[in-house]
C-alpha cells in the first residue's frame, strides 16, 4: 500500500454537517453552518467556531440548538454558511428556514431540519464552544421504532477534500457486537 501525505488539514471522515440556531437580543432567528464539531460526552458537545452572529447571540441568550444538516435541504444549509448574520439580518428567512422556540432552551428549533440537540452554553474560550445537551428532539416522520433512523432523516457530511457534501451509506454492521466475534 503507497500512503499519500497531505499535510496537517482538518481531514476527518464523516464530518457531520451542522447548522447552529440562536436567537439575538430581540428574538430573531439566526443559523449558521459549522462543520467541525463533535459529541464530546453523554450530554456534551463542542464546537469549533470563530466569532460570528451565532456567538454574539449565544452570548445574549445563553443557549443554541444543533440541527443535523439533511439531503433535502442543501442549498438551505450550505447558505447559512457562506452568508454572514451580520450582513443579512434576515439570512434565516432567505434560507427557507421556520423557527420554533425550543422548549428546553432559549434557541430556535428550525422547522425544516428534523433533528436537534438542545444546548446551555457551558463555555466559550479560545473559539471552543462547549454545550451542554439538555434535551434531543426529533420528528416523528424520522423516527423508526422511537429510535431517530438515518435513512429516514438522510444526515448529510462534509467531504473536506473535495469541498463536496455527501448522503450517508447503508448499514454495513452492528456496533458493540460484531467485533465480539474476534474475541
Known amino acids: 500500500m503507497t500512503r499519500i501525505d497531505f499535510g496537517a488539514k482538518p481531514i476527518m471522515l464523516p464530518q457531520p454537517v451542522l447548522i447552529i ?3 439575538d437580543e430581540n428574538g430573531v432567528p439566526n443559523a449558521m453552518n459549522a462543520a467541525w464539531g463533535i459529541t464530546t460526552d453523554f450530554q456534551e458537545i463542542t464546537i469549533s ?4 452572529k451565532t456567538t454574539k447571540n449565544f452570548a445574549v441568550t ?5 440541527s443535523m444538516a439533511t439531503e433535502d435541504q442543501v442549498v438551505a444549509c450550505d447558505y447559512v454558511g457562506i452568508e454572514s448574520g451580520d450582513k443579512v439580518p434576515d439570512k434565516f428567512a432567505r434560507a427557507g428556514f421556520h423557527a420554533t422556540k425550543s422548549s ?3 434557541a430556535p428549533l428550525i422547522n425544516e431540519l428534523p433533528m436537534a440537540l438542545e444546548c446551555k452554553v457551558k463555555s ?3 473559539g471552543i464552544l462547549i454545550g451542554e445537551i439538555v434535551n434531543v428532539s426529533a420528528d416523528e416522520n424520522v423516527c423508526t421504532d422511537g429510535k431517530v433512523d438515518p435513512k429516514k432523516l438522510r444526515p448529510i457530511t462534509f467531504d473536506p477534500c473535495n469541498n463536496t ?3 450517508l451509506g447503508n ?10 466475534a474476534l474475541k
Not at 49 to 52: P, V
Not at 62 to 66: I, K, L, R
Not at 171 to 176: D, E, I
Request: hydrophobic share 40%; net charge negative.
Open 21 to 23: 440556531g440562536t436567537y
Open 49 to 52: 467556531l470563530s466569532e460570528h
Open 62 to 66: 445563553g443557549a443554541f440548538t444543533v
Open 104 to 106: 428546553f432552551v432559549n
Open 124 to 126: 466559550f474560550e479560545n
Open 165 to 167: 457534501y455527501i448522503g
Open 171 to 180: 448499514k454495513v454492521g452492528n456496533a458493540f457486537k460484531d467485533g465480539a
